[in-house]
């Protein structure tokens, strides 16, 4: 039987996912629209819940929107990622993800960040590329001790 087996095509398919979230990072660091706009579905019904309690974006336009204001404010973005994981579907159309962000920036000349976001998801295969349609950034609360 020629081809890859499903173990390979799945661990293929991983490994674009996984670029998608590399572009993604670049991406807000970089402060590039365009290449943020290659990694987010071009939907009305893509959606993205932020850190704010009201931060709720739905549709390209309105996460577009909130990039070029985050990338006005912020300079010199540096996001390091750890604990990341990801899933495909045995189909390999959908995938999920989560990872853990430490997102440092300065704003008005002041260094800032925030550190152990956590940074979940869903990713569609849509005309065979990977796009981001859902994800969810919170910041962990203070633990009682």
Request: cysteine-free; glycine content about 6%.
């Amino acid at each position: 039987m020629k081809g890859k087996s499903n173990g390979s095509k799945s661990s293929d398919e991983r490994s674009k996912v996984m670029l998608v979230l590399d572009k993604y990072r670049l991406a807000n660091e970089t402060e590039n629209l365009n290449l943020a706009k290659e990694i987010w579905a071009n939907s009305d019904e893509i959606v993205v819940i932020g850190t704010s309690s009201d931060e709720k974006l739905i549709g390209w336009n309105a996460i577009e929107t909130t990039l070029k204001r985050q990338f006005d404010k912020l300079d010199n973005i540096l996001i390091s990622v750890r604990d990341q994981y990801v899933k495909v579907n045995d189909s390999h159309t959908a995938a999920w993800f989560s990872e853990i962000l430490n997102y440092n920036y300065i704003q008005d000349g002041v260094a800032q960040g925030f550190e152990g976001l956590r940074f979940t998801g869903v990713m569609e295969k849509i005309n065979g590329e990977w796009k981001i349609v859902q994800s969810h950034i919170s910041i962990p609360g203070s633990t009682d001790q």
